[in-house]
């Protein structure tokens, strides 16, 4: 089978297309025939020497082992290991955390996974939708269910009087977030840095959205929800901590991703313990196995009930490469393309 992989850390260019045995599944796991795989963030971070790769290795040290990269994708379930149901045969499945403490990603035509990690796609859902829902769908679930900050899952009423701010709605998990948030019944607020920005935040279902290039971010979002917002879902908290404090509702919690724009987040401590807001960082690899288990089961409902999408109607345009140009996949995400990066990896 073909396979991207890298055997040391370093730019795109490491990324090779080499050619591995079909591997065969071994007890309670199970082999996908991978159609699209989706490429994050933390992708070309572990590629590049960021914390997220599992081996160790610093920039330009080889690896132990050859690294496939990749969390996300979708594809065909074509074979199960000893303990595995055999009537998940021929299952279309979204596979999600495929290379997190693996050497095994899903930019390869099959890979081996435990079989909790490959899960029913519902009829009516694309491959490409399935490639979208991992670490985007994960991450935004987290935010929006983090003990203290929200319900403990998601679906219809499950947020209803409550306003969610989603800080850079524009993105995949902005995206996600927006969706899911409305669905379950959230009044939900957006901020992006331009107009075609808002088109898709809009796109996404976002009720509000307010340009903070372009107008007064704290008076706009103020005039929405004027006792202020239950819960932000942050990817620039180092930027935005003004902003945030600002907005936030008594009790209000920031549930905060990423570090865009900065990696060191500045609070004022009165305006703080006065309001008992909470400031909660996010990795979506620490989400305990229970709450990961609860995301499997609300994301597949809210695709199941069409209340997530993908594309430009969705406001998250998809943007493919092939296989073999992965490298110019993980480029395109490294330099902030607006939407989702897929690789197409087979056809069947």
Not at 55 to 84: C, F, I, N, R, Y
Not at 184 to 194: K, L, R
Not at 210 to 215: I, K, L, P, T
Not at 258 to 267: C, I, K, P, Q, Y
Request: overall charge negative; glycine content about 12%; proline content about 8%.
């Amino acid at each position: 089978m073909k396979a991207i992989a890298y055997t040391h850390r370093g730019g795109p260019d490491v990324l090779e297309l080499v050619e591995r045995p079909i591997p065969e599944p071994g007890p309670g796991e199970v082999r996908v025939r991978v159609r699209v795989s989706g490429v994050n963030p933390t992708d070309w971070k572990a590629r590049g020497g960021g914390p997220t790769d599992w081996k160790g290795a610093a920039p330009g040290q080889t690896l132990p082992a050859p690294q496939v990269p990749h969390q996300d994708g979708a594809g065909l379930l074509d074979a199960v290991g000893e303990g595995v149901d055999a009537g998940l045969l021929g299952r279309r499945v979204w596979i999600w955390e495929a290379a997190w403490m693996r050497p095994d990603g899903t930019a390869q035509e099959y890979v081996v996974l435990p079989a909790p990690q490959a899960v029913p796609l519902p009829d009516h859902a694309s491959y490409d939708l399935g490639a979208c829902l991992g670490i985007p769908g994960f991450t935004a679930h987290r935010a929006l269910t983090l003990p203290g900050s929200g319900p403990d899952r998601l679906g219809p009423g499950t947020w209803a009087g409550r306003t969610v701010l989603v800080a850079g709605g524009a993105g995949a998990v902005g995206n996600a977030a927006i969706q899911l948030a409305r669905w379950s019944g959230a009044t939900v607020i957006t901020t992006v840095s331009s107009p075609e920005k808002a088109r898709l935040a809009r796109a996404a279902g976002a009720e509000h959205v307010v340009d903070y290039r372009a107008e007064d971010a704290a008076s706009a979002i103020r005039a929405v929800a004027p006792r202020g917002v239950d819960l932000v879902v942050e990817v620039a908290p180092a930027v935005n901590a003004e902003l945030d404090q600002a907005v936030l509702a008594f009790g209000g919690t920031v549930v905060y991703y990423s570090n865009d724009g900065g990696n060191t987040l500045t609070l004022p401590v009165f305006d703080q313990f006065i309001a008992g807001t909470r400031w909660q960082g996010l990795l979506v690899y620490a989400v305990p196995p229970k709450a990961k288990a609860q995301a499997v089961a609300d994301l597949t409902a809210a695709v199941g009930a069409g209340a997530l999408r993908v594309g430009e109607a969705a406001g998250l345009p998809l943007h493919r490469y092939p296989l073999e140009k992965t490298a110019e996949a993980q480029r395109a995400v490294q330099d902030g393309t607006i939407g989702r990066v897929l690789v197409d990896v087979g056809e069947f």
